[in-house]
């Protein structure tokens, strides 16, 4: 078994739709990015990578290379599998946790953790989605941008 932590922090941009966890969310803001921004989904794909001793999204999905310029993070978490799937590795679970003031992210998880587990081709019973706040503390607290958390569990 091998176990991989991933963490992404996006700050809030003006003209930008807000994409977490693979699915779009109803906000005045969106996150900061060369992708999507999509700071959940960037977690997952850094603990996939870390999980199997593959490095890290920078090295994976370069910002220098213009291909992933506000590409798909849906898309580059199915690339990450696929990849990490060639190493006879498959996921035993993914739990994750974003750091946000608002917007409220529980009217949104289920979503989140289908569009997750869909890209994982997993059972969603294998995916978590937690949110938390932090309080009106930090940068989170005064809504300039979400943090993101993620572990996974190969085998």
């Known amino acids: 078994m091998r176990i991989g932590q991933g963490i992404d ?4 941009a003006d003209g930008r739709r807000l994409m977490l966890g693979g699915i779009e969310i109803p906000h005045p803001r969106g996150l900061d990015g060369h992708s999507d921004g999509d700071a959940l989904l ?3 794909i850094d603990a996939l990578l870390g999980a199997a001793g593959l490095g890290d999204i920078g090295a994976m999905f370069p910002s220098t290379d213009g291909r992933w310029k506000d590409a798909s993070s849906v898309a580059m ?4 599998y696929d990849h990490v799937s060639t190493y006879g590795l498959t996921i035993s679970n993914v739990d994750t946790t974003i750091v946000a003031q608002e917007p ?6 289920p979503g989140m953790r289908h569009a997750i587990a869909s890209a994982l081709k997993l059972d969603a019973t294998k995916v978590s989605v937690k949110a938390t706040t932090t309080d009106y ?3 989170a607290g005064r809504n300039e941008g979400i943090a993101a958390f993620a572990v996974v569990l190969l085998e």
């Open 9 to 12: 922090v996006h700050a809030f």
């Open 42 to 44: 960037h977690a997952v």
């Open 137 to 139: 503390l930090g940068f």
């Open 104 to 109: 409220r992210m529980a009217p949104h998880v």
């Open 77 to 80: 978490l199915r690339e990450t």
